[in-house]
């Protein structure tokens, strides 16, 4: 397969070139390659050619222990690939009390083989922390699972103590850990004060979660990592400016390895959509939506300051799943569909706003998701031999978003009515395209788990 005249997003340049595949690999790149015989041409004149997207943060059938994420491997990796993403690294939900880390690798391998149309990966979960654990995570790095999630909130966080064995085990064994942060124990106080005074309005849910709260769990895990010999650290879905300032605190005093994400939807959305009445439940999620302030600051920090935008990709329907907790935000599921909007977000209100440049686009979406998750250069970039995970995206197509339209195995999306200027046409992973002029063509199961590296951490 050849794909011909595309402007094509490499390392170094953007350049107008024919990308050659053999097989699940990129062959050559570059201008005037021959026509091999009985060769299948893409056409891409005038659109864009990236490495597949790679989304480090979805929880397909996450079962939070209220509600399971509507989405499975199969429905959410479709819309994963609609959306021009060509590989996942889910987060594993947690398992049994005192669980070792295979009892969810196991039971997840067996909810994504035969089911995934794309590639993908996990990471582990540390719900608790003793010796057993800490060399599982050792040995079970040498199997591809070469980042581990750590939470600092809900049932099974772990404390000071538990996270700086993590780090420094880490550390030792050059794995990376993730960290949701969020200050468990103000958090329990205000959700406690708000249910004694009856405040149990979906906007209630955001008053309990401050962006204080995100920030003072950032630091905390910033210093232990720190104490733990400088420990790589990936902060997840950043949302608020006073937590990214804590980031870049931590980076002028030295400490390079600390690594941030955030999602579209602390770029795009605020707090303004928790005055909805019950739509509001819609946008419950962790942490909450912050400032249009917040939103500014996090755009400015995406050419330089921020290392990934992943989605947190955690579907609940609206109508059965969220409604329920209309009088009582406690008991509503927290999570966002996102996963196949993402690309088309970044493209069009980034790349078409020029908040980012091309090449910027790629880091963030793909380039440094793999470098850090330890897939590259396997993935994330387009030069011979690399896997043809590849999208293109049409800049010239213009896409009113409709939950409608999207391949998610949910009721709404988040950005339904947002105008976007530029959306993916051709998804290829592996050399396969499967998705053509905007339509799934793939087959299911088709996606293989990439059994990760450890990953470049600076
Ligand atoms: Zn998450």
């Known amino acids: 397969m050849i794909i011909r005249n595309g402007r094509v997003v490499t390392e170094d340049a953007v350049i107008r070139a024919d990308i050659l595949i053999r097989g699940e690999t990129i062959a050559a790149v570059g201008c005037d390659i021959p026509l091999p015989p009985d060769c299948t041409v893409i056409d891409a004149a005038g659109m864009f050619v990236f490495p597949g997207g790679i989304d480090v943060h979805t929880h397909m059938n996450l079962d939070t222990g209220v509600a399971v994420a509507s989405d499975d491997f199969y429905t959410g990796t479709v819309a994963a690939a609609c959306g021009g993403t060509t ?82 085990k880490a550390n030792e064994t050059g794995v990376l850990i993730a960290v949701h942060p969020e200050n468990d124990g103000v958090i329990t106080h205000f959700r406690a004060c708000f249910k004694a005074q009856g405040k149990l ?41 006073i937590a990214l300032s804590c980031i870049m605190a931590a980076r002028e005093r030295g400490q390079r390895r600390i690594f941030a994400e955030t999602c579209p939807q602390y770029l795009l959305l605020d707090e303004n959509r928790y005055d909805l009445g019950e739509d509001s439940l819609k946008y419950i999620m962790c942490p909450p939506l912050r400032t249009g302030a917040d939103n500014e600051v996090l755009w400015n920090a995406l050419p330089q300051h921020l290392d990934t935008v992943a989605t947190d990709h955690c579907p609940f329907m609206f109508a059965t799943q969220k409604m329920p907790a209309k009088d009582d935000f406690t008991r509503c599921p927290s999570g966002v569909p996102g996963v196949e909007e993402r690309m088309a977000l970044l493209f069009s209100e980034g790349v078409q706003k020029n908040r980012i ?102």
């Open 357 to 458: 440049t091309l090449r910027r686009f790629t880091d963030l979406t793909s380039t440094n998701p793999a470098k850090l998750f330890g897939m590259y250069p396997r993935k994330g970039v387009i030069r011979p031999g690399s896997d043809a995970d590849l999208v293109i995206i049409d800049p010239d197509k213009q896409v009113t978003i409709r939950q409608k339209n999207l391949h998610s195995r949910v009721d709404y999306s988040v950005y339904e009515g947002l105008e976007t200027q530029g959306w993916p046409v051709y998804t290829i992973n592996r050399g396969e395209v499967i998705v053509k002029k905007g339509e799934f063509i793939g087959k299911k199961g088709r996606g293989v788990f990439i059994q990760r590296k450890r990953g470049v951490y600076g």
């Open 201 to 241: 309005a979906p906007k209630y849910h955001a008053l309990s979660r401050p962006a204080e709260c995100e920030a003072e769990a950032v630091n905390r895990a910033i210093l232990l990592a720190r104490m733990a010999g400088d420990a790589p650290l990936y902060i997840v879905h950043t949302s608020s400016a």
């Open 87 to 168: 590989t996942i690294v889910d987060h594993i939900g947690f398992g049994p009390a005192g669980c070792r880390l295979d009892h969810q690798i196991e039971r997840y391998h067996g909810m994504a083989d035969g089911m995934a149309v794309i590639d993908y990966g996990f990471h582990g979960v540390i719900q608790h922390v003793d010796d057993g654990v800490l060399a599982d995570m050792g040995r079970l790095a040498n199997e591809g699972i070469t980042s581990y999630k750590v939470y600092l909130t809900y049932g099974f966080k772990i404390d000071d103590g538990g996270l700086f064995r993590v780090l420094e």
